[in-house]
């Protein structure tokens, strides 16, 4: 069972991964100026929904500690690296944004 939680929120991370930067690539392109805007409407929705699965996936294994805390420390790390990825991508755009303007 955590083994197929662990695949499913991985998939599910990078799904969404996948389609924010379509979106992102799609607004830095067509208006560079709402990508701030949006960055920031993705990564809370990202928040909201893997909370989300967080809690639901709980709800299925909260009989075994030791599967809530290796889930947890899983999640946790996934999160945690595809925020610092999101963060050097909305970066690296920023700095696009500012030369485009100069």
Request: no cysteine; glycine share 0%; net charge positive.
């Amino acid at each position: 069972m955590l083994v197929t939680l662990i695949s499913i929120t991985l998939l599910f991370h990078a799904v969404l991964t996948v389609g924010s930067l379509f979106t992102w690539k799609k607004v830095l392109k067509d208006n560079p100026q709402l990508l701030p805007k949006l960055f920031f409407t993705t990564a809370a929705i990202r928040l909201v929904a893997s909370v989300a699965l967080f809690a639901i996936s709980l709800l299925l294994i909260r009989q075994d500690i030791v599967q809530v805390k290796i889930f947890t420390v899983v999640v946790i790390a996934t999160y945690l690296l595809l925020l610092t990825f999101d963060t050097a991508y909305f970066y690296h755009s920023s700095k696009t944004i500012d030369n485009s303007n100069s």
